[in-house]
């Protein structure tokens, strides 16, 4: 699973080139400032040292419907900093989500406390407790916001929802970082999806 994550990061840096050099700066010039009335949201603690393995809960129903609650071991890798740079992204003026996985149209996503944003496209993640976690675009360090994100075919957000069992932000948190980081007009076409009520 690592040297799969590790070989399509590489390939996707390799042949974006100059671009995604240029989208890196984009992101990482992103003023923080904007972002201080912003509560950050910590890794839940049943979270905390995944990435050296840990056992968690599940809830009942987690699985699928019927399927019993259980005590399961995780263990989650965390994205070098090297990593991390090939997963940036940013939204531009019109709306449109600009990242490395041009083909990919659903992600989840994360934007970190200095406001740089992170995404990893869900389809080429692996399923249930291999795959790549909230957690692990953010090396498991506080975030503004983490969930995911749809796209429209012509690649503008379609839909931002707080899907993160990692962070499980609330719907006033959702609500209050849509306003602080998209603008209005951004805003009003882009679909909200509450999944709060499953933290």
Avoid at 38 to 64: A, Y
């Amino acid at each position: 699973m690592k040297t799969l994550i590790i070989f399509a990061l590489s390939s996707l840096l390799i042949g974006f080139g100059a671009h995604g050099q240029g989208l890196c700066a984009q992101v990482f010039n992103v003023s923080s400032a904007k972002f201080d009335s912003i509560p950050r949201l910590n890794l839940k603690q049943q979270f905390v040292g995944e990435e050296n393995g840990v056992f968690i809960e599940t809830s009942s129903g987690m699985f699928g419907r019927g399927q019993r609650a259980q005590r399961i071991f995780m263990k989650t890798r965390y994205l070098t900093t090297e990593e991390l740079k090939m997963t940036a992204a940013t939204v531009g003026p019109s709306g449109k989500l600009i990242s490395r996985f041009e083909n990919s149209l659903d992600f989840i996503f994360i934007v970190n406390t200095t406001g740089e944003m992170h995404v990893y496209p869900l389809s080429s993640n692996q399923s249930g407790f291999t795959r790549l976690k909230h957690s692990s675009l953010a090396q498991g360090q506080p975030v503004l916001m983490a969930g995911e994100i749809s796209l429209n075919r012509d690649g503008t957000i379609f839909s931002v929802s707080n899907k993160s069992g990692h962070y499980q932000p609330s719907s006033s948190h959702l609500n209050m970082f849509l306003k602080s980081y998209f603008s209005p007009e951004i805003l009003a076409r882009i679909k909200v999806v509450d999944e709060s009520r499953r933290f």
